[in-house]
């Protein structure tokens, strides 16, 4: 295919572009302000499981103690009934022997009770403590991870402009393209996977980095400057400028 030697040029601005938003695509696929998203996100979720099972362990104990205090109301009004009893005076001597040990177990009861609420009251102390520090943790971890997408955002808006800086400057060079020239470029970039042409300095291929010689560096140096040459390694268009050592 024969195009021309300037036009052949023209190319390496096409090209520089597609460097550029490649560049741009891969910085946006391995942005460092998403893993940071993620761990952020990741801790958060943690922290708020923490603060459930803080939660759920408080509501258990205010349960219990709730239960106990019922039970020593219970042996309370007991207790106080059978009192009434023995005050009343109305009662055998049958039946104030045996309210008396029935009072006393009561009483043992009660301190019982008192003793086991006691304790429940100390570990829902340290429950509610938890808890609170669960939560502040957790308000933490939000706060940290709405910096981090902030910044990730920002971060991806800074590419999208570039992105589109350098997609209407492509537009531009590749405006100024013949469509045959263009299409030969468009097809080998689909098959890089980059860039379709590259400027051949100090006889090495720009684009991938093998310098030519022998039999390959004679046909590009006697081609004519109108001839389109490529490289035999990556295809390439190859672009000869004034500095590609032929
Ligand atoms: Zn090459």
Redesign the pocket.
């Known amino acids: 295919m024969k195009a021309d030697h300037f036009d052949q040029q023209k190319l390496l601005a096409l090209a520089a572009e597609d460097v550029a938003l490649g560049q741009l695509a891969h910085r946006r696929r391995t942005l460092p302000e998403n893993a940071a998203v993620e761990a952020a996100a990741e801790s958060e979720r943690e922290l708020a499981a923490a603060a459930v099972r803080a939660e759920t362990e408080v509501r258990d104990l205010q349960r219990e103690v709730k239960r106990l205090e019922g039970d020593v109301e219970t042996v309370r009004a007991r207790a106080a009934r059978d009192q009434g009893l023995l005050d009343s005076g109305s009662v055998s001597a049958k039946q104030m022997t045996d309210l008396q040990h029935e009072m006393q177990s009561l009483a043992r009861r009660q301190t019982d009770l008192e003793d086991q609420e006691l304790e429940l009251m100390e570990q829902l102390e340290t429950a509610e403590a938890a808890l609170a520090e669960a939560r502040r943790g957790q308000e933490t971890a939000q706060a940290e991870l709405e910096r981090a997408r902030k910044l990730r955002d920002d971060a991806l808006a800074d590419i999208a402009d570039g992105t589109a800086q350098h997609e209407a400057a492509r537009t531009e060079a590749a405006a100024r393209i013949p469509a045959d020239l263009l299409a030969l470029y468009e097809r080998i970039r689909t098959q890089t996977g980059g860039t379709g042409a ?1 400027v051949l300095k100090a006889r090495q ?1 720009q ?4 310098e030519l010689f022998g039999k390959e560096l004679a046909t590009v140096r006697n081609a004519d400057p109108h001839e389109v040459v490529r ?1 035999d ?4 268009i ?1 672009v000869r400028t004034a500095e590609s050592g032929l």
């Open positions: 590259a291929c684009g991938c980095r093998i490289c390694n990556c295809g390439r190859l």
